[in-house]
């Protein structure tokens, strides 16, 4: 392959392409996301390369990033009829191709069937899809992230062309700061004010970050197109390059995402190849290139400057922002870091144009925002959603509900550090402002959602847990603060609470989120404060009746055996570890509460719904 | 930590007004807000902040309010960037609230440390809400880390750890052979949890001559003259690791330059007068006295430098263990008037010896005893002084001391030595147990004056010392014309002595130079060039270095200048190639004829 000389050679390419794919050829897209991994899809492909093979039927099967919806892993996608097949089993293939990739017919027992029962065998008519709105993970399902081709073939680095040879780097971060785009890390910053400044900035040289350390638990979408697809990362930060002015750009990618290293270097050397990265690219000035550097597992280096310090080579610490990064950043000069999320955003933007995107969004909230969907919710999984759509939409359209017909409780949006909203904020929009108005915040896109047994307090606790541990003890705030919260949640969690307590607890929030150097510290206390806004009658109910309402909370709990629905099949003796459960057959059982561990093994075992928990 | 910093602006940069609680200032825009506030008396607290260091921002308490553009927040004065209208409030209910619930947190942990304490009092925090844990000395302020990396450069201390369990350490926890000792995180520490120890060739501790760590930059003594400040490369940090620099920084003259080096002048003289001094007796080879092995025991040099108010304990008198001594005993004539050393007196030991009992006597009012031969206060005033010490219940022993020794069958109070001493007045032998020994050490020639007789063509007398021309016609005068004596150079002698012998010297000189030319000896040898063979005896026999061979010709010349006419070269020539003015075959003759001349008459 010949490095593209000009921007012409470009486009003639994807004609190509275009020409190529759009052959009769029936198209299975096999997601090849975490979820579906786990799941095996591994087997999956091999069995289906091995029956396509047996057959001899021509297919053109693509192993793509993340699709989605985990929930229903392994997912299969049959193109062009767009047949989706869920929780498909290696047992299925034979009759997956001889039907629908042989024939045209559907197998419904796999596809998705929604509550009624009714089989819904088109990918978009899904309701979470249909009520989704991808626009930065739109041309995930459809590429093999290790094929530039694929890529390039819907449309890919025509932004960066468009870029390259109509735009001067001021239009384009006018064209950035109307599109109204806003940090999607979780700041919310405006990313064409940062570009603007960083090109301002007086420095010999100038840098372009990608921060891809995404560390908080649950949270996969920096991970997802960074899997799924990297070049449309790349493409971003050579537009961001360009606008900036910088020939120099590194990725900062936690040591945990070992496949989005392999997916990203991958994608290095391929632009590398054709040319649209090193030295003049696509025949013009700009030249540009990517070094990648593995984080070693600190939740802190997804903060900036903690990021920044670590890419030097030293300790990954945080420093106070009064002197912006965009002035003096990484080795002292100026640097301009954005999140997987917003570089990946970029490209999409050029392509539609500004005044499509904005139509998107509310008011002060421009584009889609990515979010992963998890805890006892329906439909796990990662989506793209509006900036502006409410909770209730994300929760019950697209989530499709809470699990095993539970009560909704809480969700928790931004990660660790975000706050918890309860049943009377689902209809507030997600957006930077409403979120963070709320007490929550977007951060970088981790929803977690919470049924009736949860317990707000020990969330909280496991939350600040987490950031204790997460915490760099730089600062004296974060260091001893977080501490002293979570030991006065322990005792509340115990039961040993008082409503003192309570108030120290609110006062070291206060301060904590006052005086801490960084985001991490600053934002630590949301949970507790949160909670303490929309749920302090659970804590109440901790301090005062010494109950837990979510029953989580061991000392608070004690399970019973109701002699009426009991009927003596000794299940819950056998499982019991403590031996805490005593009783002949086909007679009454007793639980020992001294001996009893509160495990709640028994309480899952029992067939008739014998035991309760108070 | 509270020192006043001055803020020096740079011409081009430009000035911007703002307020600070209620008070409006002027500074350099984007200096740090804590400097502007401490330049105006504005009392910020800080447990971080050093201003030679990259401000660092973790104690947290220097928080201060700050309104810029409508927006308040909370922010820290020391890496705080000042601009043009901000609204800063130092002590608000909000900060002053913040400020106190950081010290509970603090107190949780640091209970006992001073400076925590302290602040804490000030804030009336009393009661700690939080577990409080045992008392840690240490309260991760980054200062010792952040002076090791960011100014000396030695990288031998870190943080490890993250969160709770945060601590300083040396790379890897392992012993670091990286620190140079240099003792600079020892001195930033605010709460001492960093301490000196003794650590070979780094630190230099009490024992040892200089008593104490010495700074890099010193001047040698108070008297030196010039009293100019000198760097010792070996412990400046910058001479190590390139770092530091902060002499040049803190520099109001710019005086510091570290390219300077050491360099030889060559200075063209017509007259030298030897002043190199003496150097104090080495008392390590008197094994009884247990110099070097007992801390108890030093020198008067030594004691001099603990005495000095410029010394490391600032003029106090502490033992090795850091008590006020309650007996001190000073012990005369150590390597003076022994045959074993050195037969002479010395001269000033007996009055100096008679100053510290005074100075020890008023400054700690220990028990001192002086173990003499017998007194020597021969001079002006110093018999009187002599009497006055003896008024000042010193006791005088007079015997000498025969043993010093940390071992007693009875046993010994912690800290105490024992001097065995007869004392030959009361015709008993006396064991003193004592906190401190002073041997009074005798006066030897200066290292290196054996070089300088060579080089100088002087002779020295049988004590070493250098010999004087005559002792009463010519004391400041040597052999070799144009080369003087003064002061313990020529003997050992106290400093009114060595002022008078120096300014006798000095006039001896002018003397010359008043003169303006020099008279040469009417009688010296000449070489006949003919005769010559270049054989070169004459060089080597030659006291005064007047010859020196022409190596173009192949024959000696003599210097007339140098050449003292002493005729060792005359009778030295193989080939009669020298005679002496004067002296030749013909004139003795006709000499040795006219003394016959009378006799045959």
Redesign the interface.
């Known amino acids: 392959m010949n490095k593209f000389a000009s921007a012409e050679e470009l486009t003639r390419y994807q004609g190509e392409l275009k020409r190529k794919t759009n052959g009769a050829l029936k198209t299975i897209s096999l997601c090849g996301g975490t979820g579906c991994k786990a799941c095996g899809c591994n087997e999956i492909h091999t069995k289906l390369v091995e029956e396509l093979n047996l057959r001899e039927i021509r297919a053109d099967i693509k192993v793509t990033g993340c699709q989605g919806f985990c929930e229903m892993a392994p997912l299969i996608v049959i193109r062009p009829d767009d047949t989706l097949y869920i929780q498909v089993k290696p047992r299925d293939i034979p009759e997956i191709v001889e039907k629908s990739i042989a024939g045209n017919e559907i197998v419904d027992r796999l596809v998705y069937h929604d509550s009624d029962g009714k089989p819904i065998p088109k990918e978009s008519d899904v309701p979470f899809y249909k009520a989704q709105l991808r626009l930065v993970s739109k041309k995930t399902p459809y590429i093999d992230p290790m094929e530039i081709d694929d890529y390039i073939a819907l449309g890919g680095y025509s932004a960066l062309a468009k870029v390259l040879t109509s735009m001067s780097p001021e239009e384009v971060i006018s064209e950035v700061k109307k599109s109204g785009l806003r940090g999607r890390g979780g700041g919310g910053f405006p990313t064409g004010r940062k570009w603007e400044s960083c090109r301002k900035a007086e420095g010999e040289r100038k840098f372009v970050i990608c921060n891809a350390d995404e560390g908080d638990p649950g949270a996969f979408m920096d991970c997802a197109l960074l899997e799924g697809n990297p070049h449309q990362v790349l493409e971003g930060m050579l537009i961001g390059a360009y606008a900036i002015g910088s020939s120099e750009g590194f990725i900062y990618v936690r040591h945990e995402y070992p496949r989005a290293v392999q997916t990203f270097s991958n994608a290095l050397f391929q632009a590398g190849e054709y040319g649209l990265l090193g030295k003049n690219i696509l025949g013009t000035d700009f030249s540009f290139e990517v070094a990648i550097n593995r984080g070693g597992g600190a939740f802190v280096c997804g903060e900036s400057t903690a990021l920044m310090a670590s890419l030097e080579g030293r300790v990954g610490e945080p420093r106070a922002k009064y002197i912006h990064t965009v002035e003096h950043g990484l080795f002292n000069l100026p640097s301009n870091l954005n999140n997987v999320e917003t570089w990946a955003t970029v490209p999409a933007i050029i392509d539609m144009g500004v005044e499509e995107f904005t139509k998107i969004g509310n008011e002060k909230n421009k584009g889609t925002k990515m979010f992963s969907l998890v805890g006892k919710i329906k439909n796990t999984g990662l989506i793209e959603v509006p900036l502006g759509a409410t909770l209730r939409q994300v929760v019950f359209d697209i989530g499709g509900g809470i699990a095993k017909e539970k009560a909704f409780k809480a969700i928790q949006t931004g990660g660790p550090s975000g706050g918890l909203l309860p049943e009377g904020m689902l209809d507030l929009p997600v957006d930077f402002d409403k979120l963070w108005e709320a007490g929550s915040m977007m951060g970088s896109g981790g929803m977690i959602v919470m049924d009736e047994d949860n317990c707000v307090v020990n969330i909280s606790r496991y939350f600040l847990n987490f950031l204790k541990d997460e915490s760099c003890g730089k600062c004296l705030p974060c260091r001893e603060g977080i501490r002293y919260m979570m030991e006065i949640l322990e005792k509340i969690e115990k039961g040993e609470g008082t409503m003192e307590d309570l108030e120290t607890l609110e006062e070291i929030a206060h301060t904590v989120a006052d005086t801490s150097i960084c985001g991490l510290g600053k934002s630590a206390p949301n949970p507790v404060l949160s909670s303490l806004t929309y749920f302090k009658d659970e804590y109440i109910a901790h301090i005062k009746d010494k109950k837990c309402p979510g029953g989580i909370c061991k000392a608070l709990i004690n399970y019973y055996i109701l002699e009426d629905k009991c009927n003596g099949c000794g299940v819950c003796a056998k499982v019991c570890t403590m031996n805490a459960i005593t009783g002949k057959k086909d007679q009454v059982h007793r639980i020992d509460l001294d001996l009893c561990e509160k495990c709640g093994a028994c309480l899952e075992s029992c067939p008739t719904e014998a035991i309760v928990r108070r | 930590m509270n020192e006043k910093t001055e803020i020096i602006a740079e011409p081009d940069v430009k000035m911007v007004t703002f307020t600070i609680d209620g008070k409006e200032v002027t500074a350099p825009d984007r200096t740090f807000l804590i400097k502007v506030a401490r330049e105006h008396n504005i009392e910020i607290p800080t447990l971080c902040y050093n201003e030679h260091l990259e401000p660092y ?4 308490m220097c ?1 201060v309010e700050v309104t810029r553009n409508g927006r308040r927040r ?3 004065a020391c ?3 000042v601009t043009e209208g901000i609204v800063v409030e130092t002590r608000n209910e ?1 900060i002053i ?2 400020r106190k ?2 010290l509970e ?2 107190m ?2 640091h209970s006992e440390v001073e400076v925590i304490r302290n602040l804490a009092k000030e804030y009336g925090v009393d009661t700690i ?3 409080e844990q045992p008392s840690e000395e240490c309260i ?1 302020c ?1 200062l010792c880390v952040r002076v090791c990396n960011d100014l000396v450069g030695a990288h031998a201390l ?2 490890a ?6 601590y300083v350490t040396t790379p890897y926890d392992v012993e670091s052979d990286t620190c140079i000792g240099c003792g600079a995180c020892y001195h930033v520490c605010p709460t001492n949890h960093i301490k000196m120890e003794q650590m070979d060739g780094l630190s230099v501790v009490y024992g040892d001559v200089s008593l104490g760590p010495d700074k890099p930059i010193h001047i040698d003594f108070m008297q030196a003259v010039p009293a100019t400040p000198w760097i010792d490369q070996k412990s400046c940090i910058h001479f190590q690791t390139d770092g530091c620099g902060i002499c040049s920084e803190v520099c109001p003259t710019d005086a510091i330059h570290y390219d300077m080096k050491d360099e030889i002048v060559e200075v063209e003289a017509g007259n030298i007068i030897v002043t190199s001094g003496f150097k104090g007796f080495d008392p390590s080879p008197m094994y009884q006295f247990g110099y070097g092995r007992l801390p108890q025991v030093m020198t008067s040099i030594e004691f001099e430098k603990l005495s000095n108010a410029g010394g490391s304990t600032g003029g106090k008198l502490l033992t090795p263990d850091g008590r006020t001594p309650e007996a001190v005993a000073i012990v005369h004539c150590i390597g003076s008037r022994d045959k074993n050393y050195n037969e002479y007196c010395s001269r000033i030991c007996c009055m100096q010896s008679l100053k510290f009992s005074h100075l020890i006597r008023e400054k700690t009012g220990a028990e001192v005893y002086q173990c003499y031969i017998d007194m020597r206060c021969f001079g002006k005033g110093y018999e009187e002084f002599y009497s006055r010490v003896l008024s000042e219940d010193v006791h005088f022993i007079r015997g000498k001391v025969s043993e010093v020794t940390d071992f007693s069958p009875d046993g010994l109070p912690e800290g105490k030595v024992l001097i065995k001493v007869e004392d030959t007045l009361l015709g008993i032998v006396r064991e003193i147990p004592v906190d401190m020994v002073i041997l009074s050490v005798g006066i030897e020639p200066q290292v290196g004056a054996q070089d300088l007789k060579q080089k100088l063509r002087i002779s020295v007398s049988p004590d070493s010392f250098f010999l004087e021309r005559h002792p009463k016609l010519a004391p400041v005068a040597t052999a070799t014309e144009g080369v003087f004596i003064a002061g313990c150079a020529q003997g050992p002698k106290d400093i009114p002595d060595t002022v008078a012998q120096a300014n006798a010297a000095a006039a001896a000189v002018l003397q010359a130079i008043a003169q303006g030319e020099v008279m040469l000896e009417p009688i010296t040898a000449e070489v006949m060039e003919e005769q010559c063979t270049g054989c070169e005896t004459c060089l080597s026999v030659c006291p005064y270095e007047a010859i020196t061979k022409d190596e173009e010709k192949g024959i000696a010349v003599i210097n007339d200048a140098l050449c003292k006419g002493c005729g060792t070269c005359v009778a030295a020539c193989p080939s009669g190639a020298i005679k002496q003015w004067g002296f030749d075959r013909e004139q003795i003759i006709a000499e040795i004829d006219a003394v016959l001349a009378d006799i045959a008459v």
Do not use: D
């Not at chain 2, 750890?161 to 945060?166: F, S, V």
């Open positions: 921002g973790v104690c947290r928080i909370i922010v820290t890496n705080y960037p909000r609230n913040n619930l950081l947190m603090m949780a942990r809400r939080f577990k991760l980054g870190c943080f750890q993250r969160g709770p369990e945060r």
